[in-house]
Every structure is written in structure tokens, then in C-alpha cells.
């Protein structure tokens, strides 16, 4: 029977259905929301200049590092839990009541650290804001937790939308009536506050009545599954925003400025992994005790999708990154084209990387996961130190190029001996090639054609149109092949 238009995208029917509409919703919020932010940032790199600039972007840098403290694996560990058994949702409140112990607990280490990371007066200020802002975004996570394990999480897209609407528009009226650092970091506060208390509401009275409860059994039972993930998302957050910390420490504001500006379009590109990732969690870690065969098939599917994605953002990312960069903030910033192409082949790996993370942790291996991070950020955080005093936020970005790349290489190797995963396959071999040879193709005919004239809006269109035409061609020729070998098989026999 045909599944029709409310069925599909608000109802949980069955697998691949469930997966196309979690997907789907957290793809709209991702992309309205990631291109609003970064037409805020855009605009504020180039009101603000690139000194002031480079103080938010350490501001916010410093507190999107700290505010991990106030999470320790909860948000995916209450995921993961809920979704096998739905019985443990009585455990709720007592998740929630952690939660708000751990944010006071990143708030004061936020406060004390604001005064290591820089003497600047309105560093630190900005810092304190942000605080309360980051920490806010952390505690609505942990009520998508629940809606993740019920598989709504059209509510958490909805939601997002307007949190990112409510956040850039007060952004643009500070910009434009009152421009400054501390400014800006009122108006994202203030719109975290406003869909705090929406969604607060909503959920109380939509999903399950809110109410705290201080247990300590189940406190420490969350904590002993969390830690080892928590240790992870700890070294994952320090992996991926220490670098601006460093650079800042070093008092290279103007750098943390011009590596942050291409950092921004390489994070509003790597979300789109992350949210696809986070669709198949509740699915994979359902089907991870279920049917070998079945989490098999998920995670090829997962791993397709990040293959035929990664290939043509970063041959498209490598060609097109001075026109990007000018396109976005100006000649002002063209000592971000270099940072940019290196972040883009980070940006490769970790499409690739995410689907190994994913079957780790559902795989029970977080102790793994959190070793390959702590292994990458210690690698990372080496190199920002020999490299930073002479080369600058080049240096960051080669080192972060370099840690990333040997954290994929080692999560291969666990993925194989650790998980009923089979990462290095017929099946992903061959989207792999055919993804490549599409990307080179696409290479020729944006660079070496007239298309490179263009405007940047018609590159990427042509590009993607090109390369999903000969992707598309290349599989229905393999396709064809394989079907001929099969009756030739059959006729035989």
C-alpha cells in the first residue's frame, strides 16, 4: 500500500521509511539552520573585522571546548538506551537532574578558564555570555535524546529552525543598530533563552511530564556506560576547536580570525555527515544485538551515502576554494584560501570516519573510540605547538589534517577486529571508484572548461550535475554487467 504524504514524514512505519523521514528532517534543519548561521558569520567577519572577529570566534572556540563537561556521553548513552528499551524512560528525570549538576559544574570551570585563556577584557566577557548560551544548546540536547529514541525527530528539526531564525535575526539587528562583541553574544543568549522556555513547554505537556530526581543509582549507572564516550566527545571537542583556543593562547587573534572564516564553511558542510550519522544511530544500535546481517546492510548503506557525498565536496572544495573564500568575506581574507583546502581533505576523512565512529560506539567499543580521540587530539595538540610559533593557523590546519588522518587509518583497524562490521568491502569498493572517476570528471569540467568563469552558484550546480550523471551512468553500467554475469552463470549451470 502506498505510504502517503503525513505517513511518510511524520509517522514511523517501517525501516528504511523511519530512516528517510529522520533523515529528511534533520537535513531541512541542518541546512536552514547551518546557512543562516553562516550568513551571520559571513556578516559579522566582515563588520567586525577580522581582529574582532577572531575575539568571538576565541570566545566561542573556548566555551564549545568546556561545554562538553556538561554532557559526558549523556545525550547519545540516553539515545542509545531508550531506543533498545523503552521501559528505561522512567529514568528520565534523573537523567535530566545529571544534566543540570554537570552544566553548573562547566559554568564555573568556564568562568575560572576565562581568565587563563586570554587578559583581554572583552575576551573574557564574551566568554561569560557564551557560557550560558552553550550551555542552554547543551541541556535542549538532552531533551532530543528522548525524542531520538522514539524517533521523532521531525520535533527537534522544527525546533532547531527556529532557534536558528530566532538566533540570526537578532544577530543581523545587533550588526546592523549596534555592532560590537559583547552585542552579539547578548542576542545569541537571549534567542537560546526564548526556545528554552518553548520547547520546555512543549515537551512537557506533548511527550512526558517534566520532574527531577536526584538518584544516585542511576546517576552512577549512565555515568559507568557514559565515561568512556564522554572521555571520547571530550577529546573529539578539543580535537576539533582546540586549535583556535591555541592560536588565541599564542594571542594570534587576527589568525584565529582568518582560520576560523574557512573553518565555518567546512563545519556547515561536515554537519550534513553528522546528521546523517545521527539518523542511523537509533536504527543501528536497534538492529546491533538483532541481526548481524541486517546492521551489515545499514552500515553499507550509511557508508555509501558518506562516500558519494565526501568525493565531489572535496574535489569541488580543493578547485573552488579562492573563489569561495572571496565570494564569502572578501580579498580581506584570502590568507584563508590555503587553511580552506587543507580543512577540506579533513573534511573527506571525516565524512569516512563518522560510520567507523558510529559502529564503535553502538558496538560497545567506546573505550576504542575514546582512544583513537585521545590519540588524535594529544597528535594534534603536539603539532599546534611546533607548528603555530612559525607557521601560524597554516601550521593548525596541517596539523589537524595530519592527527585526522591517522585517527582514520586506526579506527579501520578496530573496526575489523571489534565489530561485526565489515568496513573494507566488495560493495564500498565499488561505490568508491565509481565516485572517484565521477569526481574526476566533474574535476575537468569545472576547471579546465569555460564553467570556471562563471559564477560560483553555476560551478557547484554544474559540478553536482555532472558528477551525479556519470555516478549515476557508471552504476547502471556496473549493474548491467553484474546482471549479464548472472545469466551467463545461470545458462551455464
Known sequence: ????????????????????????????????????????????????????????????????????????????????????????????PAVLSLKIILSIGALILMWIGSFLISSDPVVQKTIWILAVF????????????????????????????????????????????????????????????????FVLLFFHFTFRFLKLNYSKSIWRKFLKLSWPLSLGFVMGWIYVSIDSVMLGFFGQVDQVGWYNAAYKIIVAIVISATLISRSFYPILSKFIKKSKEKFQEIWNYQMKIMIVLAVPITIGGLVLAPKIINLFYGPGYSPSVLAFRCLVFICFIDFLYLPYAMALVVSNQ?????????????????????????????????????????????????????????????????ILITSIIAGIVMFIGIRLLVIYNLNLLFIIIAGGLIYFFVLFFLCKLLSNINYLKFCKRNKEF
Open 1 to 92: 500500500m502506498a505510504i502517503n504524504f503525513r505517513n511518510l514524514f511524520f509517522k514511523n512505519i517501517e525501516t528504511k521509511q523511519t530512516l528517510f523521514k529522520n533523515t529528511f528532517w534533520l537535513t531541512v534543519a541542518e541546512v536552514i539552520s547551518r546557512f543562516l548561521q553562516l550568513a551571520l558569520f559571513v556578516y559579522m567577519a566582515r563588520i567586525l573585522g577580522v581582529t574582532d572577529y577572531g575575539k568571538f570566534a576565541l570566545a566561542l572556540s573556548f566555551v564549545s571546548v568546556v561545554v562538553i563537561f556538561s554532557d559526558l556521553g549523556l545525550i547519545d548513552i540516553t539515545t542509545r538506551e531508550f531506543a533498545r528499551e523503552k521501559e528505561a524512560e522512567k529514568e528520565y
Open 134 to 197: 552553550i550551555l542552554i544548546s547543551s541541556f535542549l540536547n538532552i531533551i532530543y535524546a528522548f525524542l531520538r529514541a522514539r524517533q521523532k525527530m521531525e520535533y527537534e528539526a522544527v525546533t532547531r529552525i527556529i532557534q536558528s531564525i530566532l538566533m540570526v535575526g537578532l544577530g543581523f539587528f545587533v550588526l546592523f543598530i549596534i555592532p560590537s562583541v559583547e552585542n552579539l553574544s547578548l542576542a545569541y543568549l537571549c534567542a537560546n533563552l526564548i526556545i528554552l522556555t
Open 366 to 430: 567506546q573505550k576504542k573510540n575514546f582512544g583513537l580521540l585521545l590519540m588524535g587530539s594529544l597528535i594534534n595538540v603536539i603539532l599546534n605547538l611546533i607548528l603555530i610559533p612559525s607557521y601560524g593557523f597554516y601550521g593548525t590546519a596541517i596539523a589537524t589534517m595530519v592527527a585526522t588522518t591517522i585517527v582514520f587509518v586506526a579506527a579501520g583497524f578496530f573496526l575489523k577486529r571489534l565489530t561485526p562490521v565489515s568496513p573494507f568491502n566488495l560493495k564500498l569498493f565499488r
